[in-house]
């Protein structure tokens, strides 16, 4: 069925059909109305899938795409002309230009989290490219899929466009297929599978995959300003963004202030119980959920019922083990007396020349060593993963995790370990910008970083001694909604960008053109023989080059 979709959308494709400026003006059109004429729809299935509230579908999601189609289509004229370009002065009389053409027909792997806006938006930049698409929506947001699968070929040319629905296995077939460009939003180990499966076929991709997006704050920036925007970017979409600031980095003097004020935030959003608010969502699935729950404070979160009044007590004794373990290992790592401890460990770890950047190349996520000055222990906080200033409850019936922020967490808990993708924000204490870049740098490069400082060196300095797919000061998300910004990663956290004009040519062939008249014929002057004459004449032409 994969191998058949793939072959009617070449065919397609080779008729020619998708390439005049009308059709795809159409389609733009089209997907226009198909995102403004359903949205109850869309916010009924992204409602069942993840329990997002119908604001944040429409801000987040519908409103973008429909920008999004509307932006390219005003510029194709401007995009796909002819863009003249100079010639070298040694072969006039001459011209030469570049034209932006289809890639042919293209595969899109969107992801679960924005259902509707990373299906759609891409699919956007693809059809104004003026190339056949294949949809391969996420089967973890099933009502979405249903649903896209059902209006795509209702609004869209039918036989340009189609919705391919299932899990791993259909991904899998629809990857064996050469198509002539494959963009996958999601994480990094399906990411490198993709990869992979292109390869066979030396297909281009775009990846966008995602990272642990670090925000730095230091005295210099209005607390409660950044609190207040640090908690919206955070737990939009309750925390499943792959761009959501996934850890704070603040300085010894903010620091718990910051924390604090970030709970006054929630309370602001979302009232004193989160999980009655129509404005917070909710978490995938079961799946989820329980790794979520292993990211906090041990002891926060209730295990499930056990079997037996056996496995009961097991289950009590194992987490007080566990408590006591977690409690040692931060009070002996954290003593000024330690230091044998701490200089072996970091002995242990210290890496090699370069061996950094390859470690973030690799999509390693893992903690790297840290010195004993970059992050500072803060006393009374024993559990590595922090003390919780606010959240921290959970119902399993509902995959519901309150906002919750964390303060004093060390860098070897293991919510620094991954990505969280959920509503958790640890808070590490450090000792300044310096430190904070140090820490950063010794980790993948992330996909976004948010720095609030109004300190012009201090920011100076982050844009030019981090890398990271973008850098905002003092605002989260705000490269997400602009389709003038290219959007995409760097290194670990993904490869190409989209949106704009940056997602036109992501999916074009810009071919390079020249001509020159064959009369007069003054390439006669570097034919062969070459004769001492000739010899001359080169001489003098590589003085003027």
Not at 59 to 66: D, K, W
Not at 138 to 151: D, G
Not at 167 to 180: D, I, R, V
Not at 317 to 323: F, L, N
Request: aromatic letters at 8%.
């Amino acid at each position: 069925m994969t191998n058949q979709t793939f072959e009617q959308l070449k065919k397609t494709y080779e008729s020619g059909r998708t390439r005049p400026l009308a059709w795809r003006r159409a389609q733009l059109n089209a997907l226009r109305r198909l995102v403004t004429e359903n949205r109850d729809a869309f916010v009924s299935s992204a409602m069942a899938d993840l329990g997002k509230p119908a604001a944040e579908t429409v801000l987040m999601e519908l409103n973008l795409v429909a920008g999004e189609a509307q932006f390219v289509r005003n510029r194709l004229s401007l995009w796909t002309a002819r863009h003249p370009k100079a010639m070298h002065w040694m072969l006039q009389p001459a011209a030469g230009w570049t034209i932006a053409e289809p890639k042919g027909v293209v595969l899109i792997i969107s992801p679960w989290n924005y259902p509707v806006l990373l299906a759609l938006e891409p699919m956007a930049d693809a059809l104004a490219a003026g190339n056949a698409v294949c949809l391969k929506p996420s089967e973890l947001s099933p009502n979405t899929s249903k649903l896209l699968a059902e209006l795509v070929p209702q609004y869209l040319d039918s036989e340009a466009v189609r919705v391919v629905e299932g899990g791993p296995k259909e991904t899998g077939e629809l990857l064996k297929c050469p198509f002539n460009h494959i963009f996958y939003t999601g994480g990094g180990h399906v990411g490198k599978i993709v990869m992979r499966a292109a390869a066979e076929h030396l297909t281009p991709v775009t990846l966008e995959l995602g990272g642990k997006s670090p925000c730095f704050v230091d005295r210099t920036a209005d607390i409660n300003v950044a609190a207040r925007r640090i908690a919206w970017g955070k737990f939009t979409n309750a925390g499943q963004t792959c761009v959501a600031p996934d850890y704070v980095l603040a300085t010894p003097d903010v620091a718990e202030a910051l924390a604090e004020r970030i709970a006054v935030a929630i309370t602001e959003f979302y009232g004193e119980d989160p999980k009655a608010s129509p404005d917070f969502g909710r978490i995938i699935n079961d799946r989820h959920f329980e790794r979520l729950c292993k990211l906090l404070p041990v002891g926060t979160v209730p295990p499930e019922e056990p079997s037996s009044p056996l496995v009961q007590v097991a289950s009590a004794v194992g987490a007080a083990m566990d408590m006591v373990g977690r409690r040692f290992n931060a009070v002996t790592t954290g003593r000024g007396g330690a230091g044998e401890m701490a200089g072996s460990a970091n002995n242990a770890a210290k890496p090699t020349a370069g061996s950094n950047m390859a470690a973030a190349d690799d999509g390693a996520t893992a903690s790297a060593a840290v010195e004993p000055s970059e992050i500072h222990k803060v006393p009374g906080v024993f559990d590595l993963a922090g003390r919780i200033v606010c959240g921290g409850k959970v119902d399993r019936a509902v995959r519901y995790i309150a906002p919750t922020v964390l303060y004093g967490t060390s860098p070897d808990a293991p919510v620094m370990k991954e990505e969280i993708f959920g509503p958790i924000l640890p808070i590490l204490v450090v000792e300044d910008a310096e430190s904070a870049i140090r820490f950063i740098n010794k980790r993948s490069r992330p996909l976004a970083a948010y720095v609030f400082s109004r300190d012009h060196e201090v920011r100076l300095t982050f844009e030019r001694q981090t890398s990271s797919g973008a850098l905002g000061y003092s605002l989260p998300l705000g490269h997400l909604l602009s389709s003038r910004l290219p959007f995409g990663g760097v290194g670990a956290s993904g490869i190409g960008t989209y949106h704009g004009k940056a997602g036109f040519l992501t999916f074009s062939h810009v071919k390079t053109v020249v001509t020159k008249p064959q009369f007069p014929d003054t390439l006669r002057l570097v034919y062969p023989p070459f004769n001492e004459a000739k010899a001359k004449l080169f001489d003098i032409i590589a003085k003027f080059s």
